[in-house]
């Protein structure tokens, strides 16, 4: 219930809402008596996220009254909004007839701070017999028809006009398309869901293996209530959101939908998903039409309480034109080219690079030259197979490159910087997923991100045209992907904030062409970011402050939304953060005292070596 539900004739919507919510904890009570049991002792129960959406209660809009004036009319609706009825059937009953056929509550929605408020009922100059009454917030975010989050804020000023229906009283008739919610009631009625399209690599394709078959998650915003699973299908055949478009495809050809008459998709007992589609697909050949089925399984498996172990695609007839299983399926799992970690990396108290396995405290020096001593370093990257490793000097003017294991030198750096002071000089540098190795030169004077395709190869320099004049690259983690770059970008008054950039490939494998465009702001409501890591597909790990706040470590999505976000516990003066794309595997950090490590289930644990820099592979 939004803030502003709890005055005025809010307070008979509030009853009613109450009486539904009552009525829903009831049912479900009796559906469950059944098999509580009698005796035992009690045990605390974990249930997975994706589940929690699940068993909660359900709440249903109220009617419009008689009586109710203008005012309250536009605040039951806007309370009816907020209700998990799939076609917002209630809240159309406090519009005109026409009108609640024209609305279209999916156009978009306006999350703002606290909740709608609703000013006092106007009548504007020759308008006899009509009111207007002005909704307001201060909007945070806004989700669009395509379901994708922006961090969009600015002020929601919109008006809602009335006229006097016969028999029914004062009825909305004019009014803006879509929703807008306060950020509690959107938090409680939408769901971050992962869609999956392939990545276009370009000519870096040709890199790994199953190049064209590497999955990136584009994060949408569904009702969770409300046919998730069919939602998600519906939103995948739509295509990427506006931001990622560029950068990725889809298997399904265009125009690809739900065969008329199939209206919604579900898992059966088995974990079976069954997916008919419109004649668009009946030309897709078998090897076309399991890419489609890979996208499909694990855009479902994003949000299902289930496990998906099977695809089943068929056209608007009877035959089926492929099926994949979870096991065949394993070849497209998002996340491949991240790797599978088996140590966590970072530079020990005598300036070598270290390492710790993820499930012990006992840490030991790389057997390369990276942990000869040769030269003394300040950070490492670590590629996503774990054979190779780049290590910036101490002094940061220096990029050495070697293998992690086995005998012999050094050898000369691979990059200089000619900056004159160290904190100006080269930031950690960081590897995707197709071997190819990133970096940044922080000179004020000459302010370049670098690419070394393979790790080896001479650096060349990447176009950033989102970079302002007085703005530089502070700190980069690549995704394995290799079309997504979080960078901490330092702005004209010093401060620092977390952008993403969309990494767009073109030209030749002899001649390649690779851009950073489209820049965005990923932690808005921090008003200066420390470190950050990739956390997940679509998540990241983010050290900052707001303004006028202490330092907080937070998830966020790609996005830049924090909405159905876990929490972390709190920590003082972290300097740098280590996360796995691979989800489930523990944080790391440098912090006031020293190495800690942040097991999953369980508090901050302090690592004996007093080391920096930590990273896992990437």
């Known amino acids: ?106 156009a978009s929605t306006a999350v703002v701070t606290g909740g709608p408020s609703t000013g006092a009922a106007r009548q504007d100059p020759g308008d006899e017999g009509g009111y207007t009454v002005r909704v307001e917030g201060s909007r945070v975010a806004l989700v669009n028809g395509r379901h994708a989050y922006d961090t969009d804020s600015g002020t929601y000023a919109k008006d809602f006009h009335l006229t006097k229906v016969a028999n029914e009283g004062w009825r909305i ?7 807008v919610l306060g950020e509690a009631d959107f938090e409680r009625i ?50 990427p959101t506006a931001w990622l478009d560029p950068v990725v495809n889809s298997a399904f050809p265009e125009g690809a939908r739900l065969a008329a008459g199939d209206r919604r998709v579900s898992l059966d007992d088995g974990g079976t998903l069954q997916v008919r589609l419109n004649d668009v697909v009946a030309e897709a050949g078998r090897s076309r039409c399991v890419r489609m089925a890979a996208q499909l399984l694990y855009s479902v498996q994003s949000q299902a309480s289930a496990k998906v172990n099977q695809v089943k695609l068929a056209g608007p007839g009877d035959g089926t034109l492929c099926e994949l299983s979870r096991e065949d399926a394993e070849s497209y799992a998002p996340g491949r080219l991240s790797g599978r970690a088996t140590q966590q990396y970072f530079v020990d108290s005598q300036q070598r690079v270290a390492s710790v396995p993820i499930d012990s405290a006992e840490s030991e020096v790389v057997q390369g030259p990276l942990g000869s001593g040769q030269v003394e370093f300040g950070s490492v990257g670590v590629s996503r197979d774990e054979r190779y490793g780049a290590a910036v000097s101490r002094d940061g003017r220096g990029l050495y490159v070697s293998a992690l294991s ?6 000369g750096p691979v990059l200089l910087s000619a900056a004159g002071r160290e904190e100006n000089r080269l930031t950690a540098p960081s590897w995707d997923g197709l071997g190819d190795l990133w970096v940044a030169d922080r000179n004020p004077q000459d302010p370049r991100l670098m690419r070394l395709r393979g790790g080896r190869e001479t650096p060349e320099e990447i176009d950033v045209p989102g970079l302002g004049k007085d703005e530089r690259i502070e700190a980069l983690r690549i995704s394995s992907d290799g079309v997504r770059i979080a960078m901490r970008i330092r702005e004209a008054d010093g401060r620092s904030s977390l952008q993403l950039g969309r990494v767009e490939r073109a030209g030749t494998e002899k001649d390649p062409e690779v851009t950073v465009a489209a820049l965005r702001p990923v932690a808005p409501q921090l008003e200066d970011v420390v470190a950050m890591s990739w956390a997940g597909d679509s998540q990241l790990v983010v050290v900052g402050r707001e303004s006028q706040s202490v330092q907080q470590l937070q998830y966020v999505g790609t996005d830049g939304s924090t909405a159905n976000q876990p929490t972390l516990p709190g920590i003082n003066d972290v300097t740098n953060v280590a996360a796995s794309e691979n989800e489930g595997k523990p944080l790391l950090a440098e912090s006031e005292y020293g190495m800690v490590r942040l097991p999953p289930d369980a508090n901050w644990r302090t690592l004996p070596d007093p080391g920096t820099a930590p990273v896992y592979p990437g």
């Open 173 to 179: 008739d004019r009014l803006p398309s879509g929703l």
């Open 406 to 411: 086995g005998a012999g030198s050094l050898g």
């Open 1 to 106: 219930m939004t803030a502003e539900a709890r005055g005025g004739g809010r307070g008979r919507a509030a009853r009613g809402r109450t009486l539904g919510a009552l009525l829903a904890i009831g049912a479900l009570l009796l559906s469950g008596c059944a098999s509580m049991p009698g005796s035992g002792n009690v045990h605390q129960v974990d249930s997975p996220q994706r589940a929690e959406g699940e068993s909660r209660v359900r709440v249903f809009g109220v009617s419009p009254q008689k009586g109710e004036g203008p005012q309250q009319i536009v605040r039951g609706f806007l309370e009816a909004t907020t209700s998990d009825e799939p076609r917002f059937s209630t809240a159309r009953q406090y519009l005109t007839k026409d009108t609640a056929k024209r609305w279209d509550p999916f």
């Open 190 to 239: 939408y769901r971050s869901v992962d869609v999956y399209y392939y990545a276009e690599l370009g000519p870096g394709s040709g890199s790994v293996s199953g190049g064209n078959n590497v999955l990136v998650a584009d994060p949408v915003y569904l009702r969770g209530r409300i046919n998730p699973v069919t939602e998600t299908v519906r939103t995948l055949l739509g295509g």
